[in-house]
Structures are given as structure tokens and as C-alpha cells.
């Protein structure tokens, strides 16, 4: 079976650090890709992981594990504008269809 | 920066009625996708279509469903006679790459669809 899991939602301060969790189990497995939604608009591109490891992009980090089945979402500096759902998707091995997790949507206060 | 657009932002639709969602992929793109998100629920996978052909397609995907490229920039979805679940935001996506490319999936803004 395929199965995503994120937090649903999460609170920081302007300025801080946050960590958003993604963990899978699919039955076949091509990468992660981390998307950025703000509500009523389209997901747009973050990172992506298909290699254990770090990834990092300015202010943004992504962290894959494969033998855990884990990833994260490292956002730095954060800002207001950061306010909104951050997608957790895994390819498929075999075809490029994205398999989403629920989104977890962050809210940043000042 | 190119982008994927839709047409038309909102549509509304009796119960019944046959609606096609239009898509303009990237230009220099070949792989096709079209997902919808229900309201406060998660983004779920439709159909993929490349070299003119389905890829692979979901149990959502239904005969009531169809996608053409009827020329060289559009990319249609087509829901024959529509059900009031079918309400949801539809996104098409595109990528110049396919299943084994770091390359993302854009995604156009969407048309929310309303089945009254």
C-alpha cells in the first residue's frame, strides 16, 4: 500500500527554525519531492531528494532517508510569507505519478 | 519564467453536464499530468500522458474521464457527464522529464470545479 504521513499543522515565530517531518511506506520508491501550497493556489516546487542525504537551497533544507522512510523539511529565517502547506510527495519506482502525503500547513507569527 | 496555465479559473456545472478543463503545459515540455485536490483534502494523481498516450492512469480515472491533445500546446480533460464528487481543484502539471529525472512537475493554478 502507499502511505504518507506529516503533522497537520504547525506553529513557529518569525525568525526561527522549523522541521517538517515526512515519513512513507510505498510500494516503490523514485524520490521526494518537497511542494509549497499557499491556500487556493498551486503547489510550487521546493527540493528534492533521491539520494540518502542533505539537500540545501537558501533557506530551505531537505533530508532523505531511505532505509527509514523518512524525510524532512528544514525551513531557515523564517518569514511571514512562509505561511502555507508544505506537500511531502514520493514518486512511484516504476511510473513519474507524485504520491502526496495531507500537506502540513505552518503558520508563522511575528 | 515559462509556466503552466489554466483555463478557466472557476467553473460551475449542472449535475450531468459534460465540462473540459483546459491546460497549457511549458512549452518545451513532454510529460503530462493532471491531479485534483477535494477540499482540505490531499493532492491525488489522475492520469499521466506521454508521446501522445496514456502512462498510467488511477482507479479515480474513470470512463467518464478523458484527456486529448488535440494540438501541439493544449492539453485537455475531459468529464463526460459529471457527479457532484467530482467537485474538487483540478491542476494540470508538466515536466520535461520523466520518471527517472530530478526534473519537478509544474503545476498551473488550477480550475476549481463546481457541481451543482
Known amino acids: 500500500g502507499q502511505n504518507i504521513d506529516q503533522p497537520t499543522e504547525m506553529t513557529a515565530t518569525e525568525g526561527a527554525i522549523v522541521q517538517i517531518n515526512c515519513t512513507y511506506q510505498?510500494?516503490?520508491?523514485?524520490?521526494l519531492f518537497w511542494y509549497q501550497q499557499h491556500a487556493g493556489e498551486a503547489p510550487t516546487f521546493l527540493s528534492y531528494?533521491?539520494?540518502?542525504g542533505l539537500e540545501e537551497k537558501g533557506r530551505f533544507s531537505s533530508f532523505l532517508s531511505r532505509s527509514k522512510g523518512y524525510s524532512y523539511l528544514l525551513l531557515k529565517e523564517l518569514q511571514m510569507k512562509d505561511s502555507a502547506s508544505y506537500l511531502c510527495a514520493v514518486r512511484d519506482r516504476d511510473t513519474d505519478k507524485l504520491i502526496f502525503g495531507t500537506g502540513t500547513r505552518l503558520q508563522v507569527f511575528p | 519564467e515559462p509556466e503552466v496555465t489554466q483555463t478557466p479559473s472557476h467553473q460551475v456545472t449542472q449535475m450531468g453536464q459534460e465540462v473540459i478543463l483546459r491546460c497549457v503545459p511549458i512549452s518545451n515540455h513532454l510529460y503530462f499530468y493532471w491531479y485534483r485536490q477535494i477540499l482540505g483534502q490531499k493532492v491525488e494523481f489522475l492520469v499521466s500522458f506521454y508521446n501522445n498516450e496514456i502512462s498510467e492512469k488511477s482507479e479515480i480515472f474513470d470512463d467518464q474521464f478523458s484527456v486529448e491533445r488535440p494540438d501541439g500546446s493544449n492539453f485537455t480533460l475531459k468529464i463526460r457527464s459529471t457527479k457532484l464528487e467530482d467537485s474538487a481543484m483540478y491542476f494540470c502539471?508538466?515536466?520535461?522529464?520523466?520518471?527517472?529525472?530530478?526534473?519537478?512537475?509544474?503545476f498551473g493554478d488550477g480550475t476549481r470545479l463546481s457541481i451543482l
Open positions: 502539471a508538466s515536466s520535461d522529464e520523466g520518471t527517472y529525472s530530478n526534473q519537478p512537475q509544474h
Open positions: 510505498t510500494s516503490g520508491f523514485n524520490g
Open positions: 531528494n533521491v539520494l540518502d
